[in-house]
């Protein structure tokens, strides 16, 4: 199969499995153990209902626990609106055979041995949900040892989203602006940088995610000016401004990081 090849999926598998069990010892439990509502939803799997004789078996316990449907007849089963798939657990080839001869047609039946494959690809969704777990933790983790250093920085940092929006702050910045995270994390820069009602360029000043921008960016790895501004109130600030790439692994810029301090009374000063 070369790699332009698609595999498409039939109708079939597609279709919402809602399971019952047949069998309620300890493959059962292990089995509702963990099959929490996440890895169904992988699965693509609803479960409906489980059957042993004995009420007291664990698996029947366990779905009692959890308000699943439970019955000490495996015909009863029959009857749970929308059930298309029964797992055998019992290992009782008579029991296999009666549900064989009495199950409605619609109805697909594997028996304990074929339940192995279910139980590997149920395996299998839990390493992946474990290892997507591990990945989450580890991001978080690391944007926290990032943050704790930006903010440890004495000028302010602010991280820039291509679409203008940030992405985050150090805590300099906040303080600088007189801003809260909740006032600028999701916000457009030019609003919240320079207290804009519309884009930097639309007001006259250059972008660097403007026109060839971010190219040039690319290619110099560091741009570096110095910004004379107007905030709201109308104060007028300089500030020394250097931009950064930030790229991703295929070395394509996805942000830009900006820090910046403001000079403004050194300008005064020099010019007074």
Not at 165 to 181: A, E, P, S
Request: a neutral charge; hydrophobic letters at 35%; glycine letters at 6%.
């Amino acid at each position: 199969m070369d790699a332009k090849t698609k595999i498409v999926r039939g109708e079939q598998a597609e279709k919402q499995l809602n399971v019952a069990i047949v069998g309620g010892g300890r493959a059962c439990y292990n089995l509702l153990h963990i099959l929490d509502e996440e890895r169904l939803s992988r699965l693509n799997m609803t479960l409906m209902g489980i059957a042993d004789k004995d009420i007291k078996a664990p698996g029947i316990l366990y779905a009692k626990g959890i308000n699943l449907f439970t019955t000490e007849n495996f015909k009863e089963l029959y009857q749970l609106e929308g059930l298309n798939f029964i797992i055998e657990l019992t290992g009782s080839i008579k029991i296999m055979e009666e549900m064989l001869r009495t199950k409605p047609k619609e109805i697909s039946l594997i028996d304990h041995r074929g339940a192995r494959l279910l139980w590997d690809l149920i395996q299998i969704e839990t390493e992946k949900t474990e290892l997507e777990r591990d990945r989450v933790r580890s991001e978080e983790k690391r944007k926290k040892q990032i943050q704790v250093i930006l903010d440890s920085l004495p000028y302010r940092v602010m991280v820039v989203n291509l679409d203008m929006t940030i992405d985050t702050v150090n805590k300099t910045f906040l303080r600088d602006f007189n801003v809260t995270q909740q006032e600028v994390l999701g916000k457009e820069c030019y609003a919240v940088r320079y207290g804009l009602d519309e884009t930097c360029w639309k007001a006259g000043a250059t972008c660097i995610l403007r026109g060839k921008g971010l190219e040039d960016l690319k290619k110099k790895e560091l741009f570096s000016t110095m910004k004379e501004y107007v905030d709201r109130q109308g104060n007028s600030h300089y500030d020394v401004i250097t931009i950064a790439p930030i790229l991703d692994e295929n070395g394509d810029i996805v942000q830009i990081l900006e820090t910046s301090r403001d000079v403004t009374g050194r300008i005064r000063t020099m010019t007074g």
